[in-house]
């Protein structure tokens, strides 16, 4: 059974900074795309950002592009977001997601953990 669990999300104030983790089991995810999405409480889920099998591509939203860096460790399956500068506006739950595809059309993803809670104060 594929699981991705996410853990690292808290309270944080505003210019504050978190790191969010994400552990997968079941099968290994080397060869495949994984990323971070968020859904704040009456929004749609929104792409975050990807990194690529080998970490050596990566893609961000324009929303957080040079705060937050994505970076993943395929030896122990894992994929993490540094989060720096964090606004109020970056409130949301963060969901972990391998196998990701079209992250800047019809995204999409194969597997998803069940959300961390980030809550930034103003």
């Known amino acids: 059974q594929v699981q991705l669990v996410e853990s690292g999300g808290g309270v944080v104030q505003a210019g504050g900074s978190l790191r969010l983790s994400c552990a997968a089991s079941?099968?290994?995810?080397?060869?495949?795309?994984m990323g971070w999405s968020r859904q704040a409480p009456g929004k749609e889920r929104e792409f975050v950002a990807i990194i690529n099998w080998s970490g050596g591509y990566t893609d961000y939203a324009d929303s957080v592009k040079g705060r937050f860096t994505i970076f993943r460790d395929n030896g122990k399956n894992t994929v993490n977001l540094q989060m720096n500068s964090l606004k109020p506006e970056d409130t949301a739950v963060y969901y972990c997601e391998a196998g990701v595809r079209n992250w800047r059309g019809s995204y999409s993803s194969d597997y998803w953990g069940q959300g961390t809670q980030v809550t930034v104060s103003a």
């Open positions: 079941g099968r290994t995810f080397s060869s495949d795309a």
